[in-house]
């Protein structure tokens, strides 16, 4: 994820942070999961959206 708020791109599109809570909101409502959830999906498969949503899918 960038720092700087104001440089994004696909790379920055395509991981998950944990760490800003507006990224926390915005992906649980876009992957129809808690904050638990999403946490324990990142923790098993890392921070990219597509191996979330494959272990998402899978659970």
Do not use: P
């Not at 994004?8 to 649980?28: K, V």
């Not at 992957?31 to 999906?41: F, I, K, P, T, Y």
């Not at 597509?50 to 998402?56: G, P, S």
């Amino acid at each position: 994820m960038s720092d700087d708020k104001k440089q994004t791109g696909a790379s920055d599109r395509d991981r998950i942070s944990l760490s800003e809570d507006y990224e926390i909101r915005d992906w649980t409502a876009s992957l129809g999961v808690s904050e638990e959830e999403l946490r324990e999906a990142v923790d098993a498969v890392g921070n990219t959206a597509d191996a979330v949503r494959a272990y998402l899918k899978k659970s």
